[in-house]
T-cell receptor, first 115, second 114 residues
Framework: AQKITQTQPGMFVQEKEAVTLDCTYDTSDQSYGLFWYKQPSSGEMIFLIYQGSYDEQNATEGRYSLNFQKARKSANLVISASQLGDSAMYFCAMREGGANSKLTFGKGITLSVRP | DSGVTQTPKHLITATGQRVTLRCSPRSGDLSVYWYQQSLDQGLQFLIQYYNGEERAKGNILERFSAQQFPDLHSELNLSSLELGDSALYFC?????????????FGSGTRLTVV
């Protein structure tokens, strides 16, 4: 079974609107971390946001927030007030176990922001 | 600049050849991870080193090998290259004390095998 599932096809959003990118995960570990990365067309991987499995509140970082639903094993990324520069590929990833464990990535979602 | 340095940025080589990709982790980070990103396979974990020792192994081919040196930089060696090895190879580093800051990625080495 896939550890991280991102099934949305290419997503489109109008500039200044909010968009939700879906991610579901599969793990039997009690301690894990969930990450979102952005990869623009230039290729670099940019860390956006982190959610720990024991964190009771949803993580937020500026315009990014993570809708963490532990029972459903979902960790959706919400981008508010979309900007043209948000057009990129977005990857959800999971770390099982403690720090310094490898990340497992989903296949990614392409987001295009329309002016 | 993320603090993780990968060289070279681009590499074009012929089938059957051998190449070495280099990664210098962020200052203070003991863990180095190598990932391969191809169009059909997505981001695949290859191997991890922690303070000079191999820590975890993923889908790394036998033709590929890696090591981490005492100064913590790491090298990924790819030999007997095939067309299918063309991909973007990322190195990332992490530190044990920053569980919520993710893993810092280098800008990648784009390998083209012709």
């Amino acid at each position: 079974a896939q550890k991280i599932t991102q099934t949305q096809p290419g997503m489109f959003v109008q500039e200044k609107e909010a968009v939700t990118l879906d991610c579901t995960y599969d793990t039997s570990d009690q301690s894990y971390g969930l990450f979102w990365y952005k990869q623009p067309s230039s290729g670099e991987m940019i860390f956006l946001i982190y959610q720990g499995s024991y964190d009771e509140q949803n993580a937020t970082e500026g315009r990014y927030s993570l809708n963490f639903q532990k029972a459903r094993k979902s960790a959706n990324l919400v981008i508010s007030a979309s900007q043209l520069g948000d057009s990129a590929m977005y990857f959800c990833a999971m770390r099982e176990g403690g720090a310094n464990s490898k990340l497992t990535f989903g296949k990614g979602i392409t987001l295009s922001v329309r002016p | 600049d993320s603090g993780v340095t990968q060289t070279p940025k681009h590499l074009i080589t012929a089938t059957g050849q051998r190449v070495t990709l280099r990664c210098s982790p962020r200052s203070g980070d003991l863990s180095v991870y190598w990932y391969q990103q191809s169009l059909d396979q997505g981001l695949q974990f290859l191997i991890q080193y922690y303070n000079g020792e191999e820590r975890a192994k993923g889908n790394i081919l036998e033709r590929f090998s890696a090591q981490q040196f005492p100064d913590l930089h790491s090298e990924l060696n790819l030999s007997s290259l095939e067309l299918g090895d063309s991909a973007l190879y990322f190195c990332a580093s992490s530190t044990r004390t920053e569980m919520n800051y993710g893993y810092t990625f280098g800008s990648g080495t784009r390998l083209t095998v012709v």
